[in-house]
């Protein structure tokens, strides 16, 4: 029941390149641009596709973005590969990172973030992504040198004080990641992620209470993210509320159709002889 937690570590990646900026050059580009910021990535891909930039720096950015975006990590991989080599940006090679590991090349990904890095040495975000992806390869010992480091150049930055909350609930370290999260959420009303692992974190704890507290106030922020239903379905599990955790199950089933992790959760109410 613990393996979602790097799914969940990957969403958070998104969340650090997404409102990166450059400069626009076309009306259909900007048009891309804005129907990406509403979500809308499969009609910003078409605009580019069928724009007469396509091609040039810009528009390929943009599309190499977009299929981060929408987990089309090997066509991203290749746009990112020839464009990195060309433009030399950090924010580039952070992003060529983020495809990577998300396609579970971690040597690689590690290769770009330190790219990355070796161009702006005070990029904390490439810190914390290239600690989540030492996470996810269980290097823990370097996983925690890069988080410390990506917290000493922006000890504010809350998505990076986020990713080391997950990094410390994955090696259990459950009250520590409390420490770390709570403060983020006292600051930033709408941070659904730590809002879930602080509830992950209860969970572990055995403090089921607390933990239901904080997925609830994840749904209230995020009620389109299935993974606090999930997490709450899981919860509901333990306590032997069956009923609920079916209908939080089916709204995982709603926002994310075909999950294999809600079949295993069935079966286990199942097993359990009370539906």
Request: with cysteine; proline share 2%.
């Amino acid at each position: 029941m613990r393996f979602l937690i790097n799914k969940i570590i990957i969403h958070i990646f998104f969340l650090s390149v997404f409102f990166l900026n450059f400069s626009i050059i076309s009306g259909d580009i900007e048009e891309a641009v804005k129907l990406r910021y509403q979500g809308k990535f499969e009609e910003a891909i078409k605009k580019i596709k069928s724009s007469k930039f396509l091609g040039d720096t810009e528009s390929e950015i943009l599309l190499a973005k977009l299929y981060l975006d929408t987990g089309l990590y090997s066509d991203a991989n290749q746009l990112y590969d020839r464009l990195c080599k060309a433009i030399n940006s950090y924010e580039c090679y952070n992003e060529y990172g983020i495809s990577l590991m998300s396609n579970m090349n971690f040597n690689l990904a590690i290769e770009n973030f330190e790219k990355a890095i070796s161009i702006n040495p005070q990029f904390a975000t490439a810190y914390s992504n290239m600690a989540m992806c030492y996470t996810m390869s269980k290097d823990f010992n370097n996983a925690e040198k890069s988080h410390l480091k990506a917290l000493e150049i922006s000890p504010n930055n809350p998505i990076i004080r986020i990713n080391y909350g997950v990094y410390l609930v994955k090696i259990k370290k459950y009250q520590r990641a409390k420490d770390i999260l709570y403060p983020v959420i006292t600051e930033n009303e709408a941070m659904y992620f730590a809002e879930l692992f602080i509830g992950v974190a209860h969970y572990f704890k055995e403090e089921y209470n607390s933990a239901l507290i904080h997925f609830n106030r994840g749904i209230n922020i995020n009620p389109e993210y299935s993974d606090l239903y999930y997490h709450r379905a899981l919860l509901y599990y333990k306590k032997g509320d069956y009923q609920n955790s079916i209908r939080d199950l089916q709204m995982v089933e709603k926002l994310t159709p075909n999950s294999t992790k809600v079949i295993e959760l069935r079966k286990l109410i199942k097993m359990s002889g009370r539906l």
